[in-house]
RNA sequence: GGUUCCAUCGUCUAGUGGUUAGGACGCGGCCCUCUCAAGGCUGCAACACGAGUUCAAAUCUCGUUGGAAUCACCA
């Protein structure tokens, strides 16, 4: 039998990394064996719907390469892939799972609305459970609103077997008999995961811990139809910080959110599949193709794992480190926006390319270029460097009058020619190339030395800022 | 509160009875160096606690403490 996962997400228009991982985690279960990945919307919630939601959904699963085998999009054999398209079908099994013994239908009102957070626990006992089913059948038939709500008959312990947490058991008198068949005649997850994952075909299902406790319900339900339930892998959440999931509510960064601040989605999804897996050897920096061949749902780990901010800018580094300089300079391009066309970009890039860990940091890396910042002279005091005023204004005079001559305007000549002026000079080579960096940039680190930054901005650029500095000094 | 689950450096983790408890991020130092980075080397840093079992426990058992989840016509 191939293995079949399916990621299915509710339409809220947010893609947190959370979801994401446990895309992602569903993906490589079925690509590891050659399996099938399908994508299915769960928009039973009417009021969560948000429009837009699911190419949010196609989008980021798109830009990770977790492409899907079946799907709203693109079809399937046993589609529809959209929940409330396949309203029909979970009036037809809600039904048949009355007929079976495993629900009745229910016309207490609805209480989620008054639901005290304060009441103490009770559990619902619900009187319709007693109405006989030719009656229940009357009064549905006479119009009377209702929902189908699950039977828990069932005594003493449930056992099932998860993947990640191993045997679990869990007490039938802990499993409320909660509602399958909304008013508005749509299913709750609690029934329409059952029924979709069993009509779908999916062998291995794959979803947050928060489910462990509910699951023995569905399996209920598999019982009662006479189904095979599918492997179970619960996996933890992912969490800000100890006591506290990430999630939107808190502000945390979706996938769309860092990759707007600069991260590339490939480190992303490399941070986040070691966010509670490992592959059992030392490597850490993972394609998702890569991730394919190595990962195993058995290394999967049982424990929350807190996010961590700084890893993954560590890890976005190493990507953008690891571009070629042209694939850098394409994604660093939109944010030279507002640069001088004068400035040699390829190079700046080159410079930026081993000091930025997010394209978001580049604004702050290259402010100066723009516009020449005010700074005060004492800037050029600087001890290491041996310099002061007095000293910066010879090595700016110098340099002005060696780099005027120079027609070769690369770092490596320019780097030269200052060098050879500090030497016949009897000056440290500090000493020169310190006050330059200063004239240059109004900063006292750059990125990139007195050369590089004299190459980023260009010949005319350059001796124009000497000069000014040295009007002022 | 009932139930279920979890517990190794600050963080992500390796570890399945015998290890100097390993790696990575971060942090400190050194080297390199026209500053800052990058790169190389290096240092600090953990088995929540208490009983057992065993010649031997981070690993097994029990308890304690701490944390999480769940108990919706949300998923």
């Known amino acids: 039998m191939t293995t079949r996962t399916r990621f299915a997400p509710s339409p809220t228009g947010y893609m947190h ?17 050659g399996g099938e990945f399908i994508l299915r919307i769960e928009d039973t919630d009417q009021k969560r719907y948000v429009e837009g939601a699911t190419d949010i959904i196609y989008a980021t699963l798109k830009r990770v390469q977790m492409l899907w085998d079946e799907g709203p999009d693109i079809g399937g054999p046993v589609g529809p892939y959209v929940q409330s398209e396949r309203k029909p079908i ?3 099994y809600a039904d048949k799972l009355v007929e079976l013994g495993g629900a009745h239908y229910c016309f207490c009102k609805d209480m989620s609305d008054e639901k005290d957070e304060n009441a103490p626990i009770v559990k619902f006992d619900d009187p319709c459970k007693h109405i006989s089913l030719d009656e229940a059948k009357k009064r549905i038939a006479a119009g009377e609103p209702y929902v189908v709500r699950q039977n828990i008959n069932k005594k003493g312990t449930s056992v099932f077997e998860d993947m990640v947490y191993g045997k679990i058991e869990i007490d039938y008198d802990e499993l409320d008999e909660g509602v399958l068949l909304k008013t508005d005649g749509l299913p709750t997850y609690n029934f329409a995961n059952v029924i979709d994952d069993h009509l779908m075909g999916i062998t291995h299902v794959v979803r947050g811990n928060e489910y462990i406790s509910s699951t023995p319900k569905y399996n209920l339900i598999y ?8 492997v179970y892998v619960h996996v933890p959440p992912v969490m800000k910080d100890a006591q506290h999931k990430l999630s939107k509510r808190n502000g945390d960064a979706s996938f769309q959110d860092l990759v707007a601040k600069g991260y590339l989605p490939e480190a992303i999804l490399n941070y986040i599949a070691l966010l509670g897996w490992n592959p059992g050897t030392e490597q850490e920096i993972f394609s998702i193709d890569e991730l394919k061949q190595v990962f195993t749902a058995e290394r999967l780990n049982k424990s929350p794992a807190i996010f961590d901010g700084d890893k993954l800018k560590w ?5 953008i480190r690891a571009l070629s300089l042209d694939e850098f300079h394409k994604q ?6 507002d640069l001088p066309a004068s400035v040699n970009f390829k190079f700046l890039s080159s410079v930026l390319q081993p000091r930025v860990e997010t394209l978001g ?4 890396e290259i402010d100066f270029i723009k516009k020449m910042p005010e700074y005060p002279l004492s800037l050029y005091q600087n001890k290491k460097m041996k310099t002061d005023e007095a000293i910066a204004k010879r090595a700016l005079e110098l340099s002005l009058n060696a780099l005027k001559d120079v027609s070769d305007w690369s770092n490596e000549a320019l780097f030269e020619t200052l060098k050879t002026v500090a ?7 500090g000493q020169i190339l310190y006050p330059v960096r200063v004239a240059l940039s109004g900063k006292e680190t750059t990125p ?11 010949k005319a650029e350059t001796l124009k800022r000497l000069q000014d500095a040295l009007n002022i000094l």
Do not use: C, D, S
């Open 315 to 319: 890890m976005n580094g190493v990507y």
């Open 17 to 33: 990394i959370g979801n994401l991982r446990t895309a992602l985690y569903e993906y490589l279960i079925a690509k590891a064996q």
């Open 423 to 429: 030497a016949n000079e009897g000056y440290k080579n």
């Open 90 to 92: 979970y009036k037809e």
């Open 223 to 230: 019982e009662a139809f006479g189904w095979e339930p599918p």
């Open 361 to 364: 940091e580049i604004p702050a």
């Open 332 to 337: 660093a391009l939109p944010y030279y926006k």
């Open 448 to 458: 990139g030395g007195a050369t590089e930054l004299a190459v980023i901005l260009g």
